[in-house]
């Protein structure tokens, strides 16, 4: 049997507030244990809570970068659970009138392709402490600065339909929360966090089969393998005259697998109710078009204008506009050298291994953009040729100068296109070389062109690589054949 | 709705209040009548109302996003039944 996957996500955003969503806590992470956890945050009797007004302009900014409904009118509700690492007894969150309604974002699949995937709705809510279950004693440690860290959480429609999908959707999210500066998007340290919830049906039915919800799915990667297991789980399963329950498992990266988390039923009634302790949170359109105004340009945005307006190739533009970081550097390399093609052929190639090599990020590139788009026109405007431009950005990339023209003076890597100097080192280069010269009158005329190779080898040397290679072929070309 | 002694027994649990068995018979009535009264309330058209998620007829003012805590752990953690590297400990919690 043909089977089809039908996949939605429940992205948890942390969002990039200084203090917390209802308390004057730092959110900073990594402080030492409970230094950042508040009356508010540890649930004393007699606290309130006070919602932050950052946090909600950055719902809102979500919400309009994926064209989304914002409710004029929201309310926070309880949802009421015990576990140690949430002190009140329940998660203030939004179950019935999310901030952020229904919405879309655009995919980019690997063909170049795209998808829209449609958002059901995307709430705030607050983060709950941390349980350390290393053995103290027989029992468990609880840390709460992380409690009261305000969390968007950014329901997708099921309509992603395999782990690729999935993963370009969590990619998407990523680029526009870190473009809007929402969240630093840092999955290692947990600021973006994925519950997967994954179902198989026959090809060609409407109804959609039962799902299993995979926590702790932390990382791209981990996004699709997750997946992937999971769907041949399923389907082998059912195959096997057995049918999927409806649970939530685990995704252990260790072993590539998920497992059943077997948690009491009574769990998962979280009775919810609105929260007397906050009003009805109340939006106007002014306030709506003020955010508006302060968008900055979103990375579909981006891609189309690189792909229409600069020239680039769909798979250019995609891999360039996924990071905010990236594009900007590539906008002021272009900016510099005035070439699209050349900036982003550069970002992406020599710049990208180098940082990749060395574990940096293009935020903390040692060559500036400035240095790279100058480098770059150095390129154009035939001052170096391509061999000695990737040496000019070695040594910018080593700070051994602080200008590609300071690099290429110290280096005496000038192109030389003087047609004199080149024709003397062609002439000595054959005058030394008498036994290929044979070879090459003597050969047929269609193998010439190979032979050729073996004289500009030479001639490139002789000039310590500064020669211009198009007037060292056309020259030699000509010289070799005066001979014949 | 009628209320049976599986409901109270299960809010109980939910809520993680221990009740006696004499106790739970009590709360079936007592909860009885207030479902009762609620279905009183069910019974009012309701049609073109917005419903009410905050008796006051105010909205919530917002906090500018600043630090203003600062660290009180010794003092919070005074009160609490064990502590350990300024962690709070609690009975272990296995999954």
């Known amino acids: 049997m043909q089977w089809e996957t039908v996949i939605g996500l429940e992205v948890h955003v942390q969002l990039a507030t200084r203090s917390k969503i209802f308390s004057g806590a730092s959110t900073a992470f990594g402080a030492e244990p409970n230094t950042q956890a508040c009356a508010v945050d540890l649930g004393l009797p007699g606290v309130l809570p006070v919602l932050n007004e950052q946090a909600v302009a950055m719902a809102v900014q979500f919400g309009l970068a994926v064209h989304a409904d914002i409710a004029e009118v929201s309310v926070f509700d309880r949802k009421n659970y015990f576990y140690p690492d949430l002190p009140k007894g329940y998660q203030t969150s939004q179950m019935y009138h999310p901030i952020v309604g229904p919405g879309e974002v655009e995919i980019t699949l690997e063909d170049g392709s795209t998808k829209h995937i449609r958002i059901h709705h995307a709430h705030l809510e607050e983060d709950a402490g941390k349980s350390l279950h290393e053995d103290f004693h027989g029992m468990t440690g609880i840390d709460l600065n992380r409690a009261g860290t305000p969390l968007l959480e950014i329901v997708s429609e099921p309509d992603m339909r395999s782990a690729k999908e999935a993963a370009a959707y969590l990619k998407a999210i990523h680029s526009i929360v870190t473009y809007l500066g929402i969240s630093d998007g840092n999955m290692a340290e947990g600021s973006m966090r994925c519950d997967v919830n994954v179902s198989v049906r026959p090809k060609g039915q409407e109804a959609f089969g039962t799902r299993a919800e995979i926590k702790n799915v932390n990382s791209f990667r981990f996004v699709e393998r997750a997946i992937a297991f999971e769907v041949e789980r399923q389907i082998e399963l059912i195959e096997d005259g057995g049918s999927v329950v409806q649970e939530t498992r685990l995704f252990d990266p260790d072993r590539d697998e998920t497992r059943s988390m077997r948690t009491k039923e009574e769990a998962n009634d979280y009775r919810y109710f609105p929260c007397p302790d906050l009003l009805p949170v109340v939006l106007d359109q002014a306030y709506l078009d003020h955010l508006r105004s302060q968008l900055p340009e979103l990375p579909a945005d981006k891609r189309e204008r690189f792909q229409n307006e600069l020239g680039l190739s769909a798979y250019d533009a995609n891999v360039i506009s996924a990071s905010r970081d990236m594009a900007e550097f590539f906008e002021a390399v272009h900016s510099e050298c005035g070439d699209a093609k050349q900036a982003a052929n550069w970002v992406q190639g020599e710049l990208s291994g180098a940082l990749n090599r060395e574990s940096l990020s293009i935020a903390n590139s040692p060559i500036s953009a400035r240095q790279l788009g100058e480098l770059i026109s150095r390129v154009l405007d035939d001052t170096i040729n391509g061999k000695a431009a990737k040496e000019v950005f070695q040594a910018l990339w080593n700070g051994q100068g602080e200008s590609a023209d300071e690099v290429i003076e110290a280096k005496g890597l000038k192109q030389v296109t003087d047609t004199g100097a080149i024709e003397a080192m062609i002439d000595q280069v054959i005058a030394d070389s008498p036994a290929q010269v044979a070879q090459y009158r003597d050969s047929e005329p269609e193998k010439r062109g190979k032979m050729i190779g073996y004289f500009v080898g030479q001639v490139m040397k002789a000039s310590r690589g500064t020669a211009n290679p198009q007037q060292v072929n056309g020259l030699l070309k000509e010289k070799l054949d005066a001979l014949l | ?95």
């Open chain 2, 1 to 95: 709705m009628a209320i049976e002694d599986s409901h109270v027994r299960r809010a109980a649990h939910l809520a993680r209040l221990a009740i006696s068995d004499d106790q739970a018979s009590g709360f079936v009535d007592d909860l009885s009548r207030i479902i009762d009264m609620v279905d009183q309330l069910q019974s009012i058209d309701t049609t073109g109302i917005s419903p009410l998620s905050h008796p006051l007829d105010a909205t919530q003012r917002l906090r500018a996003d600043e630090v203003t805590e600062t660290n009180q752990r010794d003092t919070f953690q005074r009160c609490a039944p064990a502590v350990e590297n300024g962690l709070y400990l609690v009975p272990r919690v296995v999954e």
